[in-house]
């Protein structure tokens, strides 16, 4: 079931889409090729989602680029996708520019390879002033290791008489958080058949749709991202409430 432009409600478009990009090695295998073939053939599908999110009215695309996990991959696939994303972004802050696209990153940045770091920071410096779209890599990122991070300095915060713990809510733990200046994710989408969430963002989502997918991430194009914006505008998003709240508008 392919949906074109045409089936989508442009009144009802997600603020925040996050995206598990899976299937690359068995992409690539499945032409018998290596993994690092598919990472490679990842971007045209990253180029087309950010593009075709930013056309619609979406303001934040968040990418798991590389789980803190991945670091146990073989060192010459870890290398690959260091150099990949380092080239990437040098190569693509003219259009970063061009398309008025802020780029972000979340995770345990300090975890990456200092060259990466550098080109990573100077790519944000120069696209923070951009407003038409938020492109967030997540980059050894770890959402328990990020909720342990944000408890730890919450309670430094307290030890020190600067929060009370009665007044710890949503608020104060979103902004402790890698993703403090984000909103909540509407629709997380993964590719490839699997369904998990594999540790992405699981404060984020609570009231996230899901949508899966059997598409490859290298495969993954425009029409891919309209069936699930489809799929997410044919859930009722009912936030705990009722139906019948819902469409009273109670
Ligand atoms: C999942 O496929 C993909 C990754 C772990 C890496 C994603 C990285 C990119 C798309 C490129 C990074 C570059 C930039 C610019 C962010 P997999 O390798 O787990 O596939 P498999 O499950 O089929 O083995």
Redesign the pocket.
């Known amino acids: 079931m392919k949906k074109e432009l045409q089936s989508i409600n442009l009144q009802n478009i997600p603020n925040h889409i996050a995206v598990i ?7 690539a295998k499945s032409k018998g090729m290596q ?1 690092v073939f ?2 490679r053939n ?2 045209t599908a ?1 180029r087309e989602t950010a593009d075709a999110a930013s056309e619609l009215g979406v303001k934040h695309l968040t ?1 798991y ?2 789980s803190t996990e ?1 670091w146990n991959r073989p060192k010459l696939e870890v290398d690959a ?1 260091m150099s ?2 380092v080239t ?2 040098k190569k693509e802050l003219p259009e970063f520019q061009r398309k008025n696209v802020k780029i972000n990153a979340i995770g345990s940045l300090t975890s990456l390879p200092k060259n990466a770091q550098k080109v990573l920071n100077e790519v944000i410096e120069a696209t923070k002033n951009n407003t038409h779209f938020t492109l967030t ?1 997540a980059l050894s990122y770890g959402s328990r290791e990020e909720i342990v991070n944000a408890i730890k300095n919450i309670s430094k915060k307290v030890v020190n008489n600067e929060i009370e713990i009665e007044k710890i809510d949503d608020k104060i733990i979103n902004s402790h958080l890698y993703t403090f200046n984000l909103p909540d994710v509407d629709l997380m989408i993964r590719t ?1 058949g699997e369904q998990r969430i594999s540790n992405f963002l699981l404060w984020q989502i609570a009231y996230a749709e899901l949508h899966f997918t059997d598409v490859l ?1 290298p495969d993954f194009r425009k029409e891919h991202l309209y069936n699930a914006i489809y799929d997410y505008q044919n859930r009722e998003r009912r936030f705990g409430k009722t139906s019948e709240q819902i469409e009273t508008n109670e």
């Open positions: 990009m899976d299937g690359n090695g068995r992409w993994r598919g990472h990842a971007l990253i990418l680029a590389f991945n996708l990949l994303l990437t972004l890599f490839s991430w």
